[in-house]
């Protein structure tokens, strides 16, 4: 379910200039009081075509294994109420909240090694951005849907660029995501275990490369 856990990425602190906001990204723990948050968006979220490192197989919900499309307009409706309930209440408290721009999530995308049918959505920012004190990291993605998904993010970074001096941002190098970088029948053999035996492979680090 695309609603069924919130999203966010702590950034900090923000500072006020006359009627602005302006941004200082810095932050160093989990815990301290939140004052500048990015929060994801469910707008065109999809249930990605197959590829190697994941295979969607959801009958119960009308996508049966090597079908896929957009989630259903009423699920994203649900999901993106839920964001912007939970964006309002944060504002509510005081605290800033930055927002994801969503892109065409059901258009091809390629590279010169592989095509992929789809993309996913912009909803879990926590798996691509990380913050640590003055610099927001950027991961990769083992998902050739996500390759791109970091496009969405952009406008927000140009703009703390802009507003903070201070700011840095780096990008892990991209994988080429190519047949050879993936162990074979891997997400076959992940679905057929058992919860257990799943976490067990997970503590040993073994993944899909």
Known sequence: MVGARIYLLNLGEIIMSGERQKTIVN?????????????GRADGTMIQAPEIAIQRDWPEDGFP?????????EMQDK?????????????????????????????????????????????????????VGNEILEATMSYRSRWFEFICYRPLLEQYFKEDPN??????????????????????????MSEEEQFERAENGDWVF
């Open 27 to 39: 932050s160093w723990n989990e815990w301290d009081p939140l004052k500048h948050v990015i929060v």
């Open 79 to 131: 999901a993106n109420e839920q964001l912007d309930n939970f964006a309002k209440m944060l504002e509510s408290r005081g605290i800033r909240v930055d927002r994801p721009v969503p892109i065409d999530f059901s258009q091809t995308v390629q590279t010169p090694d592989w095509v992929q049918e789809t993309m996913f959505g912009c909803c879990p920012i926590r798996d691509i951005l990380l913050t």
């Open 167 to 192: 700011f840095r941002f780096e990008a892990a190098p991209k994988p080429r995501l190519t047949e050879h970088s993936y162990k074979k029948d891997w997400w076959r053999e992940w679905h057929s």
């Open 65 to 73: 294994l090597g079908k896929y499309g957009p989630y259903p307009k």
